[in-house]
């Protein structure tokens, strides 16, 4: 089991920087691969990035590469995502989620986080 926590959304203005935080419960954060997704109101939820156990190998959608960076510190069983170049279309609430085997991919995630708000305004 694997119980997640976000934190750091919130209102920014575009061009700017947030960064999220996930912190995970459990003994066996270093086994799990981390993801971020994101879902606007109305539309359906969208993956944007994940982080393999180690933390070396990443996987990140083309809509946020380049702007948006997920990294991990076991030492502290959590996860980021630094948000750079905000643009309005970022808003969104924010979830992180986990999964238990190897591949840093979009799918296969079991357990959630309640998510946060990040707004982007113009």
């Known amino acids: 089991q694997v119980q997640l926590g976000e934190s750091g959304g919130g209102l920014v203005q575009a061009g700017g920087s947030l960064r999220l935080s996930c912190a995970a419960s459990?003994?066996?954060?270093?086994?799990?691969?981390m993801g971020w997704f994101r879902q606007a109101s109305g539309k359906e939820r969208e993956f944007v990035a994940a982080?393999?156990?180690?933390?070396?190998?990443?996987y990140t959608a083309d809509s946020v590469k380049g702007r948006f960076t997920i990294a991990r510190d076991n030492a502290k069983n959590t996860v980021y995502l630094q948000m750079n170049s905000l643009k309005p279309e970022d808003t969104a609430v924010y979830y992180c989620a986990a999964k238990f085997g190897a591949s840093v991919t979009w799918y296969g995630y079991r357990y959630w986080g309640q998510g946060t708000q990040v707004t982007v305004s113009s």
């Open positions: 459990g003994r066996t954060f270093s086994n799990v691969v």
């Open positions: 982080i393999g156990e180690s933390g070396r190998n990443t």
